[in-house]
């Protein structure tokens, strides 16, 4: 089973390997970066290989899928993207993503984010993408709402970061929706 690789204007969606280990740890050591991404920043390079080796495990047993970003202008790995708790049976799954800082608000999260829900929509036939955000994370928020994401709740006490409990909105897309928002 090959790994779907996506290609944007501006960017290559890979499958991330052990090549990547450097990079990733990189970006998910910066407190910046991991603030709201539901788990403590990197102390090791070797916390980074395991979550690539969970990437891997993952995709082989198709729970999720996970690219890395790549620009493509100098292949540079500038952060990942990817589908958790896929569940093809029951046509959904959450969507997931991380950028170095030094690439935010250029457009890249959104420009890969459109390509995985067309992949998501189209080639997996999924009729849902949720989203855990926490309510600090206004840029994450206001990102996935331009893409047509909505509001659906809050879920109390959802996760557990730097021993404290965290409140998350959960958002979603479904596939009429993304449909029709083509269309517009």
């Known amino acids: 089973m090959n790994f779907p690789i996506l290609k944007t204007h501006r960017l290559k969606l890979i499958e991330i390997t052990h090549q990547h280990v450097e990079s990733l740890y990189e970006i998910l050591s910066l407190e910046d970066v991991t603030r709201y991404y539901g788990t403590n920043r990197f102390m090791l390079q070797s916390e980074a290989m395991k979550l690539i080796d969970m990437f891997s495990k993952n995709y082989r047993e198709k729970r999720g899928i996970r690219w ?4 493509k202008e100098n292949q540079k790995f500038i952060g990942t993207l990817g589908l958790n708790s896929l569940q093809l049976g029951n046509k959904r799954a ?59 709740g809050l879920l109390r006490d959802y996760m557990y970061q730097n021993n404290q409990s965290h409140d998350t909105y959960v958002l979603s897309l479904l596939k009429e929706e993304w449909k029709k928002s083509r269309k517009d």
């Open 68 to 71: 890395g970003i790549v620009l």
């Open 94 to 152: 959450e969507i997931g993503y991380e950028l170095h800082p030094q690439y935010w608000r250029k457009g890249y999260t959104s420009e890969a984010i459109k390509e995985v829900l067309t992949y998501s929509f189209e080639k997996l036939d999924l009729h849902r993408i949720g989203a855990i955000v926490y309510p600090e994370n206004i840029a994450s928020l206001k990102l996935l709402e331009n893409i047509g994401f909505q509001e659906e």
